[in-house]
Nanobody, 125 residues
């Protein structure tokens, strides 16, 4: 079955950096766009970043543009989210998601087929 397993979350001070990873199995990783979403307590899940299947294109939410970088390694079936200049408002559970087999880059959560269990990122002030 399809599994997406996030790792690398933790506690970091404001201004610091963290990289979260998502290892995929049970699907043809290189044929699907991948995305990162996050959900803070009491808030709805929101889009963070997405990358197309060939790493040729990326999209970022305005709130993270210039601070976060999404990347993928199709040989390792893994997608990454490098987070720099972290702010307390970045505190959330971060989820990776696999989109449908296409060349597009979805940004709506409803467009994604598979989800990981999430990893907690906490940024202290």
């Amino acid at each position: 079955q399809v599994q997406l397993v996030e790792s690398g979350g933790g506690l970091v001070q404001a201004g610091g950096s963290l990289r979260v990873s998502c290892a995929a199995s049970g699907l043809t990783f290189s044929t699907r766009p991948m995305g990162w979403f996050r959900q803070a307590p009491g808030k709805e899940r929101e889009f963070v970043a997405s990358i197309n299947r060939s790493s040729g294109s990326t999209i970022y939410a305005d709130s993270v543009k210039g601070r976060f970088t999404i990347s993928r390694d199709n040989a390792k079936n893994t997608v990454y989210l490098q987070m720099n200049s972290l702010k307390p408002e970045d505190t959330a559970v971060y989820y990776c998601a696999a989109g449908p087999r296409s060349s597009g880059i979805p940004i709506r959560s409803g467009s994604y087929d598979y989800w990981g269990q999430g990893t907690q990122v906490t940024v202290s002030s």
